[in-house]
């Protein structure tokens, strides 16, 4: 009864805090909405024994990212930037980018297969050693196309930080 009860306060602050970010007009505040989400999100981790992944949560993502989120967001000049038009002459090339990705998730959908396979797979026995071992092999064997994406991901998101902060200097 107790667990179902914080499942429904972590799941609670997990939407509202995305609905929240979403709908604020300060970028500041948005960016405290996502840690009030993020920190749900590492609360239902918790709920599923999965501690390695809840500290993972709230040091790197709520303690590390979010404060170069916010960085970045003080840093750049966000008055100037809302008042210049932006994305006005290459609406096609986001059209264009849209329609590439939502054919792609079609042909996945409609071949199912390879590493998208959603068939239900054969029950294997867990294999020995702790939640920490058992997440680190699934994520470097079947997860790795998509966890080296999310990392270049980043990379780029750091390095334009970068440029746009001494572009401003």
Avoid: C
């Amino acid at each position: 009864m107790l667990e179902t009860a914080f499942f429904y306060l972590f799941a609670l602050l997990t939407l509202g805090g995305g609905v929240l970010m979403i709908t604020r007009r300060s970028a500041v505040h948005s960016a405290i909405w996502l840690i009030v989400s993020l920190m749900g999100v590492a609360g239902l981790y918790l709920l599923q024994q999965a501690e390695f992944l809840f500290a993972v949560q709230i040091i790197l993502y709520v303690g590390g990212i979010m404060v170069l989120f916010l960085f970045v967001i003080m840093l750049v000049n966000l008055d100037q930037a809302a008042k210049e038009r932006q994305f006005v002459k290459p609406w096609w090339v986001a059209l264009a980018v849209l329609l590439a990705i939502g054919g792609e998730f079609a042909y996945i959908l409609r071949t199912n297969t390879g590493a998208f396979r959603f068939a239900v797979p054969v029950e294997q026995p867990p294999p020995a050693g702790g939640n920490t071992e058992i997440l680190a092999d699934v994520l470097f064997s079947q997860y790795l196309l998509p966890f080296e994406i999310a990392s270049l991901l980043l990379l780029v998101a750091v390095v334009g930080s970068v440029i746009m902060a001494r572009k401003r200097a």
